[in-house]
């Protein structure tokens, strides 16, 4: 049971990041790599104003940052016209010293003895409930701002812009700009989502965002397949429900000893796999189908 | 002068592409143009004779190389893109470049619309959508009961109306449309035809209109241009062209292009 809600409580905190996600890589298309740097930056960033005694400004904070990050990244694409793939992987290792900066220059940092949201919540409504209700509801409270944003003109801009770009610009829009807003709004959700993690698990890694972008991606695709993506708002539903279902198969797979701890990436990594090649997989099976059928003719 | 507004002005347009190189192409060469207020324009021309490259220039695609263009006696020579399109709405020939096939019908619509369309917060609204749904009633397609269709399950015709609208909803200074009926099938050709100039003439929208079909050119609208080689090379309006035949305007081209050959002989010799 204690497995089943620690998966429940991980699996809100995470599911934060797959919205991110869902925003860059579906609602805008854009394949973005910031995303491993991001996640450690609102993480270091968190780290550093919660040990100082702010927990609740260390989310904010970890919220700018994240979106300063998408920002650069969306500059880099479009002022300066350097690969979508290329900028991310650019923001990314430069985070990567300027987490180190920020976290003193050391890899690992301890919140221990420091206060953080999870405990005034503990302090409330329990050790488990407290975790539990603060991570839903950080996640429900996200899932509803961005549905709402999405519904707005700016919001319908970035949709389209993911679409139909050059339909955008003859409609006057800029889509330059929209991408910007994408993906920092993208990786603020990533940054909080970093942030929140370091509260509850107490202590912050330099390279705990490696392999976030794949982990984020399989709880997207996961969502689709079981509840699908008829909307924007079903679709941000959707990443949700899959970074908690994802977490649960893990968490499962891991109690009954299916695989060491470590595997974890690579697991992610061949969900991801299936799930995008199954297109191309049903192609084949249709092709094999029709040779065996033509073949009977020609007997 | 005559009292009508000058709307478009091209002064010394040119554009050449891979200047320098084996592969030069002078695209553009030295383009004037005039259109007043109202001006409906059609553009004949063989196969690469420059005319998308002019409607590129007009609309921004790429900055050109020389000259001048005016907008409703604004300078537009600099403006990026989507910038222009404030003003200026374009059909291309692809049904699928215009829309954006995930979004519904209503949403495009909306899209297009944030141009003029009061500050509100919301894109979806009552006023608009009872608007959206009385344009897409005047087509005559039965789309205004399919408001909330993804536009992706549409036909290339019916898609190919949903831009026209999109592309005329906020009244737009110019209208381009580059071969927009050439990619369907004859009974839709006809029809997006119809509500094109049932559009252009109810909005007197200041329009120009690329075509292939040289009968349609000389009947439809008030003035022709033939391009060739990056150059005007024909401009008629009024009786002139009133009285023009489909066979002495395919004469007209033979015989100008023949001069052009001579000349290029001349040069070699
Ligand atoms: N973006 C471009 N880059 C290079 N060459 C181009 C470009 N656009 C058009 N051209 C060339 O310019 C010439 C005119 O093309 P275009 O304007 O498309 O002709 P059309 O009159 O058939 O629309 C063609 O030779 C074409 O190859
Ligand atoms: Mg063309």
């Given at each position: 049971m204690t497995l089943v809600i620690g998966s429940i409580q991980l699996g809100f905190l995470y599911a934060i990041l797959a919205l991110g996600i869902y925003i860059t890589f579906r609602i805008l298309n854009l394949p973005d790599l910031t995303v491993d740097g991001s996640f450690s930056f609102g993480m270091a960033c968190a780290a550093v104003i919660t040990l100082s005694g702010h927990p609740f400004l260390a989310l904010l904070i970890a919220i700018i940052a994240g979106a300063l990050a998408g920002c650069m990244t969306g500059l880099l694409q479009t002022k300066l016209s350097i690969h979508p793939i290329l900028s991310g992987i650019l923001v990314m290792t430069g985070l990567y010293t300027i987490n180190l900066g920020i976290m003193g220059g050391k890899s690992n940092l301890s919140l221990v003895g420091s206060s953080t949201l999870f405990m005034k919540m503990e302090s409330v409504f329990g050790s488990v409930n407290g975790k539990t209700s603060l991570a839903f509801l950080v996640c429900i409270i996200v899932i509803i701002i961005l549905a709402v944003f999405f519904k707005t003109k700016a919001g319908l801009a970035i949709r389209a812009t993911g679409d139909n770009e050059d339909m955008v610009r003859s409609s006057s829009i800029n889509a330059n700009l929209s991408k910007c807003i994408g993906l920092s709004l993208g990786n603020a959700c990533v940054a909080l989502s970093g942030a929140l993690i370091c509260q509850y698990q107490m202590f912050s890694d330099?390279?705990?965002?490696?392999g976030m972008v794949v982990i984020g991606l399989a709880s997207v695709i996961i969502g689709e397949t079981i509840i699908?993506?008829?909307s924007v708002t079903i679709g941000l539903i959707s990443s949700a429900a899959g970074s908690i279902i994802y977490r649960i198969i893990i968490a499962l797979a891991l109690k009954v000893d299916?695989?060491?701890?470590?595997?974890l990436k690579l697991i992610s990594a061949v969900i991801v796999m299936i799930a995008l090649s199954g297109p191309s997989i049903k192609a084949s099976i249709e092709q094999y189908k029709v040779r065996r059928e033509a073949r009977n003719h020609l007997d | 002068m005559n009292g009508l507004k000058q709307m478009l002005d091209l002064r010394n347009v040119s554009k050449t592409f891979?200047?320098?190189?084996?592969?030069?192409?002078?695209?553009?060469?030295c383009i004037n143009l005039h259109l007043e207020q109202g001006d409906f324009v059609t553009i004949i021309g063989s196969n690469g004779a420059g005319k998308s490259t002019l409607f590129n220039a007009i609309a921004g695609s790429f900055f050109i190389d020389n000259g001048a263009i005016l907008l409703d006696n604004k300078?537009?020579?600099?403006?990026?893109d989507y910038k222009r399109a404030y003003d200026i709405g374009r059909l291309m020939q692809d049904p699928m470049k215009g829309t954006a096939p995930s979004m519904t019908i209503e949403e495009n619509l909306a899209l297009a619309y944030t141009r003029k369309s009061k500050k509100g917060f919301f894109a979806l609204n009552k006023s608009d959508a009872s608007h959206f749904r009385e344009i897409l009633a005047a087509l005559d397609l039965g789309l205004e009961n399919r408001m909330k269709t993804k536009v992706g399950h549409l036909s290339g015709g019916q898609r190919q109306a949903i831009t026209l609208l999109m592309c005329t909803i906020s009244s737009p200074k110019l209208l381009l449309l580059d071969?927009?009926?050439?990619?369907?099938?004859p009974a839709a050709a006809q029809k997006i035809l119809k509500i094109t100039t049932d559009i252009v003439n109810e909005n007197k929208i200041t329009t120009m209109m690329i075509t292939h079909d040289i009968k349609a050119a000389l009947s439809l609208g008030n003035r022709t241009i033939m391009m060739d080689e990056g150059e005007i090379i024909l401009d008629i309006k009024g009786d002139k062209r009133e009285k023009l035949t489909v066979e002495e305007l395919l004469t007209y081209y033979s015989k100008e292009r023949k001069k052009q050959l001579t000349n290029d002989r001349m040069l070699l010799i």
């Open positions: 330099v390279s705990a965002g490696s699908g993506k008829r299916l695989f060491p701890s470590y595997a | 891979y200047p320098g190189t084996v592969n030069e192409k002078k695209a553009l060469n300078n537009i020579t600099a403006d990026p071969e927009h009926t050439a990619a369907l099938d």
